[in-house]
């Protein structure tokens, strides 16, 4: 029997633990958790739906990036008792469980990936800088949760680990997705590449003083998300490719400095801009990064990306996810429970749509000779 695949593994364990987040909401005044349903449901979307897919994806993608060997046994028994753990331990009401099993499993990567590297046989990408400035911020983002400072750990660990893998990875998907080629990462010349790195960093910095309180930090934000986008991504660029992600990538693209500049505007109301970024940026990279390492390495035509309704529907429920939760920050009574629900109703349906698609495709190979990845 073939060895499965990581993301054949972990994908499928990120869609139950994103049903799981939500599910929360409707059933949280029913007694059968401890824990409140809000901390269930942050270490749920991160730790396990979008820690899922990161596993799943750098698990996949490390050793073909590097011309390296693929997970061995032992990694893949350790990496799914690390995320079966991540799942578990997030109902639990002492988060010191929950984040001490994340620590292990950025280590675990940090070596997983880091023994590739020293092996490689391939150039190295340069998005790479950004996947070890995130691992880093996970680790202190974990730390500070651990020890009880939630605002800082939200800031590295919530938002940005994930947001440094987006930046750094965008600069290959964005333009996949769009049917164009990738530019940047063809750039030979020394100073667009110090910009580059050297624009991660910073952006770790804005954040911890951002976790600090130092408001300002996330007008800095803004304006260094804007440099990723039109010189680095260089979103300004037309794409004629018939593809609802190609929408979908640009959402996400727009997403980021809007979501900073609104928290800039109203630092108080931070949580409801910060769901901008979880929903419009990191849930919507996520599905559509996932659809093409899905049909890429199972042997599917990316034609598909153009052809299936389902990703329109996850594009459009998001969109209106988006709208229902950012309503619910500012609502009351009646009103804020419904708008609450009605967000977490289209979650679902876009991660069904999804799922009703794409789950059957992980496991069944394509009519495709070989993967085209």
Not at 270 to 283: P, Q, S, V
Not at 295 to 309: F, I, Q, R, V, W
Request: glycine content about 10%.
């Amino acid at each position: 029997m073939k060895k499965l695949a990581p993301y054949q593994i972990f994908f499928p364990l990120g869609l139950l633990n994103a049903l799981l987040a939500v599910g929360v909401w409707f059933v949280q005044n029913l007694g059968w958790f401890e824990s409140p349903a809000i901390l269930i449901h942050s270490k749920l979307i991160v730790g396990g739906f979008l820690w899922s897919f990161i596993v799943g994806f750098l698990m996949t993608a490390v050793p073909r990036m590097t011309g390296t060997s693929s997970a061995n046994n032992f990694e893949y028994i350790f990496s799914t008792a690390l995320l079966l753990g991540q799942t578990v331990f997030s109902w639990q009401i002492d988060a010191r469980l929950f984040y001490g099993n994340q620590a292990l499993l950025i280590f675990f990567l940090i070596i997983y990936g880091g023994r590739r590297v020293l092996k490689l046989t391939k150039p190295i990408p340069i998005f790479f800088s950004h996947v070890g400035i995130a691992m880093v911020l996970a680790l202190l983002g974990t730390y500070y949760h651990f020890i009880g400072n939630s605002l800082m750990g939200i800031h590295l660990y919530h938002v940005g680990t994930v947001l440094l893998l987006v930046l750094g990875i965008g600069t290959r998907f964005f333009s996949f997705l769009s049917g164009l080629p990738s530019a940047f990462e063809n750039v030979n010349s020394t100073w667009p590449q110090i910009m580059f790195h050297g624009s991660g960093i910073s952006m770790g910095a804005l954040l911890y003083l951002a976790g600090r309180g130092v408001t300002v930090s996330y007008l800095g934000l803004t304006l260094l998300s804007l440099v990723y986008l039109f010189k680095i991504w260089q979103i300004q660029r037309p794409s004629n490719r018939p593809s609802p992600l190609k929408y979908g990538v640009r959402i996400v693209a727009a997403m980021i400095p809007v979501s900073f500049f609104l928290t800039w505007l109203q630092p108080q109301m931070f949580i409801t801009w910060f769901h901008l970024l979880f929903i419009g940026c990191f849930a919507l990279i996520t599905f559509a990064v996932a659809t093409r390492v899905t049909l890429a390495h199972g042997s599917y035509s990316t034609d598909l990306e153009m052809k299936s309704p389902a990703l329109w529907y996850l594009v459009v429920f998001l969109v209106l996810g988006i709208i229902s939760r950012v309503s619910y920050g500012f609502a009351g009574g009646l009103w804020k429970i419904s708008l609450l629900h009605l967000a977490a109703t289209f979650w679902v349906l876009a991660v069904g749509s999804w799922a009703w698609t794409f789950l059957p495709r992980i496991f069944k190979p394509g009519p495709q000779a070989k993967p085209s990845c």
